[in-house]
């Protein structure tokens, strides 16, 4: 079929007008479903592991107990501080030292105004008064300092015992009742609620995502449907060698069905559509 002169001027402002105002269906984008957050926990004192609390895969709260190590002299120390600090004999004994004192020199100061004794037995009777008075803070600031060795010994006894720093699951465990640790960690535990999905993106759709944007998430896993994704975090800074920005989006999973790790696709909106909106 020949084409005429005007045909081929009207096929040429066709093309030009098109993607102005229509844009070709966007090919869904790879990504990755990772977990929000991984934290290798471990021991800030060197031990024996005495337990183990956990195994790999359990669902485990923030400040849940993972493991126990060996505490035999810390909760010893910890009995001898709670003894002296409740410890409270001397100070009732400089206490009633303190009154039997003041009883005294108030006597005394009565006999020197009548003149049955002299001053220097009233000097001295005032100067046990202030002996007393010093032992009595003594006594106190002795079993102040018995409270804060019963923290310390408390702190020193909570360090043997290791605790999750965020709600998760165990994705690793690599230590066994007997084992030394030092200053290798413990457990893996990886936060998966929400999920995190990043993507890299094409600068050329660049100003078409924004923070707050509903995506639609389909993982590579048979019988999975579209999961709801909301972006939060679109990167200011475009890669030069790929030509790519980093988009990051988080997806609910509070009963942890999810599991993370998953490749995925994604449809991202179409850039000349969105630019219109």
Known sequence: MR?????????????LLLPATYSLAAQPLGCLIEPERVAEVGSQVIGVVESVKVERGDIVRKGQILAVLRSDVERASVEVANTRSQTEAEIRSAEANLRLARIT?????????????SQQALDKSS????????????????????????????????????????????TDRYVWPGERVEEKALFRVAKINPLR???????????????????SVVPQLPNFQALDATV??????????????????????????????????????????????
């Open 105 to 117: 020199q108030k006597r005394q100061e009565d006999l020197v105004t009548k003149h049955f004794i």
């Open 232 to 277: 939060v975090l679109v990167d200011k800074l475009i890669d030069g060698a790929s030509n790519t920005f980093r988009v990051r989006a988080e997806i609910k999973n509070p009963d942890s069905a999810i599991p993370s790790g998953l490749r995925c696709k994604v449809e991202l909106p179409e850039p000349a559509l969105a630019s219109n909106k």
């Open 3 to 15: 084409v005429t002169h005007l045909q081929a001027k009207c096929l040429v402002a066709l093309a």
């Open 197 to 215: 999905v990043e993507m890299l993106v094409s600068a050329s759709s660049y100003g078409t995502i924004s923070k707050g944007m509903q995506l």
């Open 127 to 170: 100067a046990d008064t202030a002996i007393a008075e010093q032992k009595l803070a003594l006594s106190k600031e002795q079993l102040r300092t018995s409270g804060s060795e019963l923290a310390l010994a408390r702190a020193q006894l909570g360090q043997r015992t290791i605790r999750s720093p965020i709600d998760g699951i165990i």
